[in-house]
């Protein structure tokens, strides 16, 4: 597993890369997870190889991996790997295809992110660095023999965007135990919100990729025609300050509860603690904060998304709004909140049996069984052994072909001037093609 994001960072890749490591582990199999180094992190780790990094990447909590050295390359041969699985495109994502390359193994990616979200994280962000990102990530998709995606949205997105490698749907599970035993009562008194409260619930990182001046501008409709309710911000991150000083603006600062990182049972009281969880972010690929909480029984109204169209069945167990109009939205929780007690517990169940389609065990079976596939087509396909002198030439073609689809990238990404959103289809093949 190559990653640029892993412990103890706090994201959907980590957490992704963690879940599945652990499971593969229980069901007898070897993992050997590639990351960055990182502030804090765990000395001694099993079976995880720390790369050097530059941290706090232009003042963000991003570490950026630098090339692996010789010590990876010693480290890959003493666990001789069957396959190689990138979770990125970039850095170690380039580190990933170079080591599969060169041990002509299977390369398997996981499109855990929607790159063009993200680049108000990099200086000179721009509608061509928005392009640039992802013709890079999917010209990626040519060295890879299977694609992950996390969600049929997401799968869909790929193949208009002109992705050719296979593509398999496998979700982040999620542990349901863990979300469905949460209290309640010991989540509220734990937040100092009283029983009767009607709560909307928020958790996640608090970043601008997130669109959360929409959700709170839309909370803070909701909540002025709601008696009694309150906002549960379970998270943190650069946008806490501004959705705190929105609330206080709309006086609503003493019915607003900021709760900051929580994890283990405490996480799943506050899930718990939540008559409604909303989402508004268009960024996510899979939304495992949308299963976690139908996990814990807790109705949903989410933006129509990549992710969230999969968890939320529109009237069932949750509301999805098609419209990303402030109005549209409070009015989807201002109906969740005049349900009457039998219609919110008849939700309620909907939402847990939803969520048990989103269970670890059943996507990391649907994970495995896509690995062993791709190892029976690579063998049947596999050239014979080359000498070392062969096994030098590949490597050097796949470097040459990972330069050459970078600057492909680059042109493509300057000659088209629409929306970073409508990518134009390109040829695959070998050091990516035109347009």
Known sequence: MFTNLYRPFVGGVPISVERFSRAYRQAGHDVLIVAPDFPGQTRGEDGVVRVSALQQFNGTDFAMALRPGLDLTRRLDEFRPDLVHSHHPFLLGASAARAATS????????????YEYYTHYVPLDCKVLRNYVVQLSTRYTEFCDLLFAPSESVAGILRKRGVKSPIEVVPTGVVIEE????????????????KGCFVIGHVGRLQEEKNLRFLTRSVIRAMKRIEGSRFLVVGAGDMEEEMRGAMEDAGLGNRAVFAGKRTGSDLADLYAAMDVFVFSSKSETQGMVLVEAL????????????????????????????????????????????????????????????????????????????????????????????????????????????????AASLTAAISFDGDPKDRPRYRTGPGGGGE
């Open 103 to 114: 041990r002509d193994l299977p390369l398997v990616f996981t499109h855990h992110t929607m």
């Open 295 to 406: 996990a814990a029984r807790t109705p949903l109204v989410a933006l129509d998304a990549p992710g969230a169209r999969e968890a939320v069945r529109d009237g069932q167990n949750g509301r999805l709004v098609t419209v990303e109009g402030v109005r549209a939205f409070a009015r989807a929780v201002e109906w969740i909140a005049g349900l009457d007690a039998d219609t919110m517990d008849a939700m309620r169940d909907r939402a847990r049996i939803v969520a048990e389609t989103f269970s670890l065990d059943r996507c990391v079976d649907k994970a495995l069984a896509a690995y062993r596939r791709i190892l029976t087509a690579c063998r049947r396909t596999k050239k014979l052994e080359g000498s070392d002198w062969d096994r030098l030439l590949e490597s050097i073609r796949r470097e040459w072909e990972i330069w050459s689809n970078r």
């Open 179 to 194: 979300f469905a035993g949460g209290d309640r009562s010991r989540g509220r008194t734990n937040a100092g919100i009283d």
